[in-house]
């Protein structure tokens, strides 16, 4: 009977450890990626205007991307950017099968909560997407892309344009065999009609195109032209930031880009690559690289800092037949180098900046005071 007593005893207390012990409902594992806006480092104001950071052209499912808009938005916050345009092919919807062909706003209506959830400039747009010519055009800052749907493009460029759009030739020199000025491009451009060309799309860009916005005075853009999750096609490192259209707004507001892109107030970067109108890409380089004082004396010359406060990195060559200065200085971004040079107040040395262009083969030449 001591025995079973035991028994018994040893069987209830088990019991009470079983209910006590209730198993908890989920344990957590693992981390979710970090969501946090990177800060590119670039002049804030350039000329008293503020430099907004802007890709214009790009695709989600509702052409032939293969992303969800809302994804546009949070990859363009998080990579700094300020504002971006999803741009449909309005001809070529829908392109993935499943996908119902319908209302062209769709795209932009979407990503619209979202991008006002981080504090994202989006701006209504669409791809014209015709063979060449005239190729592709991207009308932006429209209101009803449905109203665009004209088998005569010629009315489609009028419905844009009745409508307020910027618009941009895409990508000039992509699957053609030569690049060309076409006679429809020429009545665009004298009906004021045509207002920017691409002259960076996606991996490439195109000297002609460059030499158009110059001699007809038309606003450079350039764009990443994603499809893919843009993690996927550019090679992302930590310091990767990607192919963008500068624009040097009075404000941080989408009238304000608006403004500034008929005004012609933009410039390119791409892969470390500016290209723009000279004071645009002087003030750049200026606000962002500092000389400071030397600190060491050796043998009739000094040490001295240079610092470069911006995610670009510069690459300067000497202009001037100055031995006794360095021939090539390359500034990392974000870092600061030491020189050594003459010890003697010298006003002026000429270098090359080897990746601001301002036009085909010209580069910004600058002045260091050492
Ligand atoms: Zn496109």
Not at 211 to 221: E, R, S
Request: net charge negative; glycine share 6%.
């Amino acid at each position: 009977m001591k025995r079973l007593l035991f028994v018994l005893s040893v069987f209830a207390a088990s019991a009470v450890t079983l209910f006590a012990q209730e198993l908890p409902k989920s344990i957590k594992a693992g981390q979710g990626r970090l969501k946090a806006r990177r800060t590119i480092h670039m002049p804030e104001k350039i000329g008293g205007y503020q430099l907004l950071k802007c890709d214009f052209h790009m695709h989600t499912i509702f052409s032939d991307g293969i992303v969800w808009p809302s994804l546009r938005i949070d990859e363009a916050w998080e990579e700094g950017l300020d504002a971006i345009a999803i741009t449909e092919h309005i001809e070529g919807q829908p392109s993935r099968r499943g996908i119902e062909k319908g209302d062209h706003n769709l795209a932009y209506e979407i990503a619209a909560k979202d991008a006002a959830r981080r504090n994202l400039i989006l701006i209504r747009g669409a791809e014209i997407t015709r063979l060449m010519p005239p190729g592709h055009l991207n009308a932006l800052f429209v209101k009803d892309i449905n109203a665009l749907t004209h088998t005569d493009y010629m009315k489609v460029f009028e419905e844009a344009v009745k409508q307020g759009a910027f618009i941009f030739w895409n990508h000039p020199g992509w699957g053609v065999d030569s690049i060309r000025w076409y006679p429809v491009h020429e009545t665009l451009y004298r009906n004021g009609w045509l207002h920017g060309i691409e002259v960076f799309n996606e991996f490439e860009w195109y000297p002609v195109a460059l030499n158009w916005t110059i001699d007809k005075d038309l606003a450079i853009i350039g764009n990443t032209d994603v499809h893919d999750v843009n993690e996927r096609l550019y090679d992302f490192s930590p310091s990767f930031i990607r192919p963008m259209t500068l624009v040097l707004s009075r404000d941080r507001t989408e009238e304000g880009i608006r403004e500034a892109l008929f005004a012609k107030r933009t410039f390119i970067y791409f892969f470390d690559t500016l290209i723009g109108k000279e004071e645009y890409l002087q003030e750049f380089f200026g606000e962002t690289v500092e000389i400071r004082p030397s600190f060491h004396n050796e043998n009739g010359r000094k040490m001295l800092e240079i610092a470069n406060l911006s995610d670009v990195p510069y690459r300067l060559e000497r202009l001037d037949a100055s031995p006794a200065y360095p021939e090539e200085l390359f500034l990392p971004a974000g870092r600061t180098i030491v020189v050594s040079v003459p010890d003697k107040e010298q006003a002026g040395i000429v270098y090359k900046v080897g990746n601001m262009l301002t036009g085909v083969d010209k580069y910004l030449n600058v002045r260091l005071d050492f």
